[in-house]
Every structure is written in C-alpha cells, then in structure tokens.
C-alpha cells in the first residue's frame, strides 16, 4: 500500500499538527505554515493539545471497560503522547498515509511488538483491516476501538469507509471521533481552513448533526457531541470558552 511521497517543500498536514503540539518531526516549511494558522487562529496551539487530551482520555476510557486492542487511524507522528503509552498493555496498529509520520512511527515502534503501523489512506478500509500488521495484531471476533481523530476533517465522503470500519467491529466496540468545525464561530476559521488547501489536504467542516451523523447506527455514548475539553475532563472545567478548542468529540459504541 503506497501514500502520497514525502515533500518537505509543502507543508503536511501530520507534521504542522506536530509543530502545533510542539513536536520536533517538521520540517521549515511545515513550521512558516503553522505560525500563519495561529496568526489567523491563535487558539489552533491549545486546541491541538485539547485534541490530544481528549484522544488519551477516550483510550483510557475505552481500556477500563475491556477494550484491549485499538485501530488509530490518521495517527499522525507519535511524538507527543501515543496511543500505546496511554494503554500499556493494549495492542495499537497505527494507519497513516503520510510517509514521514509513518517512518517517524516505525522508529518509535521498533521493539514494541504489541503496536505496529501501516502506510495506508483509511479510505481503503479492505486493505488496512486485510493487511498483515491487522491480521497479526487485531482480532476482529473481539471488541475493539477505533480512533478517527482529528482525521475526517480532511475527507470529503468518509461514509462508506465508516460504514466498513463499523461493520467489522465486534458487538461492544467503540468508534472515537474528533472532528474541526466552523460552529466555534471564530472569525478566522474560514481563513484558516483555506489555508489548510496548501497541504494537500483540503480541510472540510462539519457541524454538530454532521458530526453526529458521523456514527450513525451505533449508540451514542454520554455527553454526545461536545467540544473535546468537554468530552469526560479529568479536571473540573475551567474558565475559557470551550468553543476555543474549535473541534467536536464524539463516541460511538456498537
Ligand atoms: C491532525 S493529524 C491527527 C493525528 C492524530 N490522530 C491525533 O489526533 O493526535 C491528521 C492525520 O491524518 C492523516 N490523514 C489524513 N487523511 C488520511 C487518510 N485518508 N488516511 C490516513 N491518514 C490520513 C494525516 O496524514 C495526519 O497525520
């Protein structure tokens, strides 16, 4: 299975998002295009973080009722906190067709025989749940989670891949989502979303039914779609606006 080459003249989309999260995996360009998402949105910094956040929250949730075995998909560069770290004794296979994140990934995962990663596009559901690493680490008879977070803001027609996705899972899976959106209402968004067509992955908004709809057939797991510093906080909320975390969680359970 092939991605797109890596270009480290044009901005990635996994590589700005590691400079917003203050990783190291980016290149110049990645970090000019990142400094004009904040000109435009200086809260693009926190809500990178708040996604991230709600992504370790969602595992751990996940992993005290059973779940042992997790499919992350658009799982970017694992530099800053990971999927396997938050759930040691998980077994994580990781997709992404970013050639960058993904060697970034195996070098991470090297010597870590329970997570492994595919250069894959998530769209092509048959080969990321047929390839070896799935085979090897996934049992599809058991229930299972699969992340899509802060992925399908880049993808125009994501249904028919969900639908598959939702179709494999075993009873008592869950489906996590995060997802951009122009109801946080910032003056900029549209700006920043157009800026967003650079990289190649032109950026789509949804609002809160389209988001919901995103899980369709499957329950929707208390509070429903929030804002992700709202999704099941550790802490007491504080004082800011949560809209400025600019993206929607959503979960689902089969
Ligand atoms: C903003 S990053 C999110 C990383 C991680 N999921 C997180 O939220 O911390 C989005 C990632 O989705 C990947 N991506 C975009 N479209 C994809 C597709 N069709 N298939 C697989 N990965 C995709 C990008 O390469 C990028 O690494």
Known sequence: MSGPAADPDRPSAARVYDYLLGGACNFETDRRFAER????MPEARSAAR???DFLRRAVRYFRARGITQ????GS????VGNVHEAVPDARVLYVDLDPIAVAHSEVELAGCPRAEVVLADML???AVLGSAAARRLLDLEQPIAV???SVLHFVPDPMPAIRRYVEAMAPGSFL???HGTRDARHPNNDSAVRLYDETGSASVSRDRAQVEALIDGLDLVEPGVVWTPQWHPDTAPGDGDPRES???AVVGRR
């Open 76 to 79: 970017g560069i694992p530099t």
């Open 37 to 40: 998402i904040v000109a435009a």
């Open 50 to 52: 708040e996604n991230r």
């Open 70 to 73: 997790f499919l992350d998909l």
């Open 124 to 126: 092509d559901p048959d």
């Open 246 to 248: 600019l993206i929607y």
């Open 176 to 178: 996590a989502i995060t």
């Open 147 to 149: 992340l899509m977070v």
